[in-house]
Structure formats: structure tokens, C-alpha cells
């Protein structure tokens, strides 16, 4: 069955310690994107990438790095420089817009 | 700044009866607008998309309106079960531009 896997489920961070969150879908979908999720609060977007090789900032950036070398694979990582990065983490991705996104089940992250 | 607002955090309904959701916004002009569901530690499942033009769009028990005037969206649950219990989150797009409220909490009990 098509779908996004993330990987790892939960994931924990060290202080000053870069961590990269796994995305891959099998949808064939162009779009690919990355929300952060807080208590409270609608997902925000961190990054979002509309083609292989290309990515765009979103509305959060800020202490985050992407990749986009292959059309299945978006991967996410959290650098030492995010103050704050204890939060869920969702992938989705899209076909031609408007449609829904499919999402993935998400990685929570936890600074220790 | 854009700003969606979904009614409340958490509602709470009797099985059996119709759950009514609300998804207001200011300072946006969407031309489309989309439900989803989220269940807890999940990520959310897409339900329904209305655009602009369109005024109702219904799918087995779930039906969505969208009034563009009013800067508003419902999205109903009829002959609501407890398996409906979840979190429902509004987002609405324009181009590739997608933004998301932060949801409300349905109970419903049997």
C-alpha cells in the first residue's frame, strides 16, 4: 500500500546535538513537507519542497535543515542551533494542488 | 496576520446526535479549504476539501459548508459514534500556501 513512512517513532536529543528525522513516501507525489506540532497550537510549517533538488523556507526554519536529492525521500534535520525543539514532528506530501495531504504517523522529539 | 480559529478546544456530544464544528478566519482569502482528522500520537488523515466557489460538500455522515463572506466553515458529523472521537483540524490553502488551526477536541459518548 502507498504511503509515508517516518522513522524513528521517538527519537531523543542531546544538548547541542544535531538529530535528522526520516521521511519517505511511495505516493509518487511531488510535494513533500515538514509541520511542527505543539500542544495548542495549529502545525506550523518548517520546510516544504515542490520538486527534487529544490526546497523552500516555511513560516519556522529557523535551527532546521532539509534535503531533497531523491522524489521519495525528505529528510528533516534538527541542528543545535533550535532552542526549543521538543515537539511532534510531521511529513506529508501532496500531488497536483488542491488535494489533501497524506501525512505520516509523525516522530516526537525530546531534548534530554 | 492570518488567523484561523476553530471553535473550541474540546466538545463534548451524546452519541446519536449531530457534532458541529467551526473553523472561522480573518485576514486570508482561501480558495480552498480542507478537514482532517487526528487521532492521539497520529498524524492527521485527510477527510474533505470545499473550494472557494463551492458552498457544501457532504461524504457519507459528514457534510462541510464554507462561507466565504462570513470567513467561516462547518463541518458536521451526523448520527455521531464514540469511534468519531478525535481531534478535527480545519486548514485552508490558497496555491501551495496551506495553513492549519489547532484544532478541536471531539468526545462522544456512548
Known amino acids: 500500500d502507498g504511503g509515508i513512512t517516518q522513522s524513528p517513532k521517538y527519537l531523543f536529543r542531546k544538548e547541542g546535538q544535531n538529530v535528522t528525522l526520516s521521511c519517505e513516501q511511495n505516493l509518487n507525489h511531488d510535494a513533500m513537507y515538514w509541520y511542527r506540532q505543539d500542544p495548542g497550537q495549529g502545525l506550523r510549517l518548517i520546510y516544504y519542497s515542490q520538486i527534487v533538488n529544490d526546497f523552500q523556507k516555511g513560516d519556522i526554519a529557523e535551527g532546521y535543515s532539509v534535503s531533497r536529492e531523491k522524489k521519495e525521500s525528505f529528510p528533516l534535520t534538527v541542528t543545535s542551533a533550535q532552542k526549543n525543539p521538543t515537539a511532534f514532528y510531521l511529513c506529508a506530501s501532496s500531488g497536483t494542488t488542491p488535494m489533501g495531504y497524506t501525512f505520516g504517523s509523525g516522530t516526537r522529539l525530546t531534548v534530554v | 496576520s492570518q488567523k484561523i480559529e476553530q471553535n473550541s478546544e474540546a466538545l463534548n456530544i451524546q452519541e446519536g446526535k449531530t457534532a458541529t464544528l467551526t473553523c472561522n478566519y480573518t485576514n486570508y482569502s482561501p480558495a480552498y479549504l480542507q478537514w482532517y482528522r487526528q487521532d492521539p500520537g497520529r498524524g492527521p488523515v485527510f477527510l474533505l476539501l470545499?473550494?472557494?466557489?463551492?458552498k457544501e460538500k457532504r461524504k457519507e455522515r459528514l457534510k462541510v459548508t464554507f462561507d466565504t463572506t462570513l470567513k467561516q466553515s462547518l463541518f458536521h458529523i451526523t448520527a455521531s459514534q464514540p469511534a468519531d472521537s478525535a481531534t478535527y483540524l480545519c486548514a485552508l490553502g490558497r496555491n501551495n500556501d496551506m495553513r492549519f488551526g489547532a484544532g478541536t477536541r471531539l468526545t462522544v459518548k456512548p
Open positions: 470545499i473550494r472557494e466557489n463551492e
